[in-house]
């Protein structure tokens, strides 16, 4: 199984697999129909607060993932929920901010592949 992390604003790919959506909030200017998501999985995207608080400022980065990791530890129902998502195949996490190497599905890819080991 692959992880891909991808903008949601660009046209969905066959490589793509499953196309789960992991931002809170539904992305501005994307058409459900035409987004091509398979889920949207809200609840694993980090809490409004600690969005604000990050603001894609990359010299928060690190401080952003261990906070993020911390609320995902927190909440295993939403990990659980995005697992049973993944259902073991190829799948694109999407996401909509700008920065495509300092956003919430590059830190929640990391969060995966570091807690493969205790999958269901």
């Given at each position: 199984?692959?992880i891909?992390?991808?903008r949601v604003y660009?046209?969905?790919?066959r490589?793509?697999?499953v196309?789960i959506?992991?931002d809170r909030l539904?992305?501005r200017?994307?058409?459900k129909?035409k987004?091509?998501?398979?889920h ?5 995207a ?6 604000r ?9 690190d401080g952003?993932?261990?906070?993020y990791?911390?609320?995902l530890?927190a909440n295993p ?10 259902g073991g195949?190829t ?9 495509e190497?300092h ?5 929640l890819?990391?969060?995966?592949d570091?807690h493969r080991?205790t999958?269901?």
């Open positions: 199984m692959g891909h992390v991808r660009e046209p969905p790919s490589a793509d697999g196309r959506l992991v539904w992305p200017g994307v058409a129909s987004a091509g998501v398979d949207w999985v809200k609840a694993v980090p809490s409004d607060g600690l969005r608080w990050f603001g894609h400022e990359p010299g928060k980065w952003f993932r261990e906070r990791f911390a609320e530890d129902a939403a990990v659980a929920e995005l697992r049973q998502a993944l195949e799948a694109t996490l999407l996401f909509a901010a700008r920065d190497r956003n919430n599905a590059v830190a890819r990391e969060y995966l570091k080991s999958r269901a």
